[in-house]
Structure formats: structure tokens, C-alpha cells
């Protein structure tokens, strides 16, 4: 985890979902969904991927932009586990009538899944690391980045909305969180993005991918936690 408070919940979390992974594999003796093994090999990669840099070919002499494109690539990696797990998500109608990758829940499944609890850890981090600080600015100053090089209808929307609620100081909602994670990485795949473009300060944008990444991955654990204890109650 990128923000140690959030070390004991990823601890508990993941090792869960071992346990849970492990006692399907046992139930149907090693015949797991095909898009449920893909997701898995491709999130604990995710988990487990070490970034390094060689200062002598890449701009990244400093420590900061060192540490702002080791988060971004590692948001990516793990936006690519979370496109599996939607891919599984609508196999088994998980989904919104229409959604999308940003917005793909009601919120009634964001409950019944248990991502509030994602969602509230998120706005107690960004209001520590952005509301409290002289990053608010900035950090709207992204959000409208980002929006204005979004596409599609769903995406300026949701960053629309998450820029008024930072601005009233309020938390942000699930598809909110997501658009934000979804614009960033999109700028860095289809836009050449650099570890400051969208920001004056690399602080701001280090802080957002800390949160983000610890937040994806989170969230992804919980929903994957949540298809494995029902697929479990549908065998036994």
C-alpha cells in the first residue's frame, strides 16, 4: 500500500481472498471460470510488480519523478487486472444496464458489495493530503485536465461533479473515484502524459496516485472477494 494506514486492510483483505480463491479452486477441483484465472494471474502481477528506473536513458534523475511514474505505471497495471475483473463482472451480471468501465455499478451493488467503505477510506485520505493542505487548487486544476481531454459522455461528467464536490470540500462518490482513476490513465496511454503534465506541483499528482492506487486495489479486492463467496454459495 502506498498509504501505510491502509497496510492492515490490504493485509486482511487479500489474504481473505486467498483463502476464498483457494476453497473454489478445492470445490470445483480445479475448474475455475476462465475469465476468473485470467483475472487472477493478471491481479497479483499487478500486486507484485517492481518498477525500476536507469537515470542514464530516462528523465527521471530526481526521486519525485521517480516515485510519480512508478505510481502511474502501477495504477495502469493495475487498471488492466481491475478490465479483467469487468470483464467477469458482466458475465455473471454484476453490471449496470449500460455501463461503463468507469461507472459500472448502481448504487445499490456499490453497497451490497461493501465499497462504501472503499469510498469513505478514500475521501478520509484525499482529505488529509488535499483538502487540508495548499493542494486543493491544484488538484481541481487537474480535474479540469483531465476533463477537458476526456471523451464519451460519461467521463466529463463524472470529473465535473468530482471538481464541485473538491471544491465544497465534499467526499466523492464510487464512479467519481473511478473517472479519476480511468482520465489518468488514459492521458499517460493515449496522451503521452509526463509525471507533471495536468499539475504545477509533482506533490499534488504524487498524492492522488497514492490514493488511487491503494483504492483500486482495494476496491478490486473487494468485489473480486464478493464473486468468489458467491460463486462458493452456488456450490455448496
Known amino acids: 500500500m502506498e498509504i501505510s494506514s491502509n497496510n492492515p486492510i490490504f493485509n486482511n483483505d487479500f489474504d481473505y481472498y486467498k483463502l476464498r480463491f483457494d476453497e473454489l479452486k478445492e470445490l470445483t477441483e480445479d475448474k475455475l471460470p476462465k475469465s ?3 483475472f487472477d494471474i493478471r491481479f497479483r502481477l499487478a500486486l507484485s510488480l517492481q518498477i525500476g528506473f536507469d537515470s542514464n536513458i530516462s528523465y527521471t534523475k530526481t526521486e519525485t519523478t521517480k516515485k510519480t511514474y512508478h505510481l502511474i505505471l502501477k495504477l495502469n497495471d493495475l487498471w488492466f487486472a481491475y478490465e479483467g475483473l469487468y470483464k467477469l463482472c458482466s458475465e455473471i451480471s454484476y453490471l449496470k444496464s449500460n455501463p461503463t ?10 453497497s451490497e458489495i461493501l465499497l462504501d467503505e472503499k469510498v469513505d ?3 478520509n485520505c484525499l482529505n488529509d493530503s488535499i483538502y487540508k493542505s495548499n493542494l486543493k487548487n491544484d488538484f481541481m486544476s487537474y480535474l479540469q485536465y483531465l476533463k477537458d481531454n476526456s471523451k464519451g459522455r460519461t467521463q466529463p461528467r463524472l470529473l465535473e461533479s468530482f471538481k464541485i464536490k473538491v471544491n465544497n470540500n465534499r467526499l466523492p462518490k464510487f464512479n467519481e473515484i473511478l473517472s479519476l482513476i480511468y482520465g489518468i490513465r488514459n492521458m499517460y496511454v493515449h496522451n503521452t502524459d509526463t509525471a507533471k503534465s495536468g499539475v504545477d506541483k509533482y506533490k499534488t499528482k504524487i498524492e492522488a496516485l497514492k490514493n488511487c492506487n491503494d483504492f483500486l486495489t482495494l476496491s478490486v479486492l473487494r468485489i473480486a472477494i464478493n464473486i468468489l463467496e458467491d460463486k ?3 456450490i455448496e
Do not use: A, H, Q
Open 101 to 110: 468501465k468507469s461507472d459500472p455499478f448502481t448504487s445499490i451493488k456499490v
Open 121 to 123: 477510506n478514500f475521501g
Open 232 to 234: 462458493i454459495s452456488e
Open 36 to 38: 476468473l484465472k485470467l
